[in-house]
């Protein structure tokens, strides 16, 4: 059964090919924000992709532990420089 993220997708797809964009576009542009989440290293220090900060994004942070393991402490420790 869909988890509330899911739902969501499926929810905002819908809405977006009802208004006449193509489902390829829709899709690319999905893997594309993905992408950019995971070679965050490419736009930092400037710039720091991340997910959208939604409660719903518990099952996003289960099947990418990588972001809590690499960006999460290195964000944290920027934080600190910038307030030192």
């Known amino acids: 059964m869909p988890g509330p993220i899911e739902n ?7 809405q ?3 208004s006449g964009e193509s489902l390829r576009s829709i899709s690319a ?3 594309l924000s993905y ?3 995971q070679n965050w290293r490419d736009y930092w220090p400037a710039q720091l992709p991340m997910p959208h900060p939604s409660p719903r994004n518990k099952l996003w942070l289960i099947r990418n532990p990588w972001f809590e393991e690499d960006v999460i402490p290195v964000l944290r420790q ?3 420089s910038l307030m030192a």
């Open 8 to 14: 969501a997708i499926h929810l905002e797809v819908a």
């Open 29 to 31: 542009e999905m893997h």
């Open 78 to 80: 920027h934080s600190v």
């Open 35 to 37: 992408e950019t989440v």
């Open 16 to 18: 977006r090919h009802q």
